[in-house]
Nanobody
Framework: QVQLVESGGGLVQAGGSLRLSCAAS????????MGWYRQGPGAQRESVAT???????NYADSVKGRFTISRDNAKNTVYLQMNSLKPEDTAIYYC??????????WGQGTQVTVSS
């Protein structure tokens, strides 16, 4: 299995920036892609950004141009740089690992709150 630990959430004013980190440990050789998801109050969990083992990225339309996902393979860590934050970005952000032959792994979540 793969264990994921997120960090970097917090409270920020609209227009501000935050960087989330997700450190992976365990069977990291089985990771095919990693991503960030979020779940706002009363909403379903949605994909925010993903990055494959080959470095290909994908973003939700709502964050394109503002968020950037990246990975540091040496540190087994994935980052989400969030700029120009909006109140509607307020959510719990979860790190996800898409594993080969195994169920997905999820982090515990980190709260991001953007005040207007």
């Amino acid at each position: 299995q793969v264990q994921l630990v997120e960090s970097g959430g917090g409270l920020v004013q609209a227009g501000g920036s935050l960087r989330l980190s997700c450190a992976a440990s365990g069977s990291i050789f089985s990771i095919e892609a990693m991503g960030w998801y979020r779940q706002g109050p009363g909403a379903q969990r949605e994909s925010v950004a993903t990055i494959t083992s080959g470095g290909s990225t994908n973003y939700a339309d709502s964050v394109k141009g503002r968020f950037t996902i990246s990975r540091d393979n040496a540190k087994n860590t994935v980052y989400l740089q969030m700029n120009s934050l909006k109140p509607e970005d307020t959510a719990i952000y979860y790190c996800n690992a898409d594993l080969k032959y195994l169920p997905d792994s999820w982090g515990q979540g980190t709260q991001v709150t953007v005040s207007s």
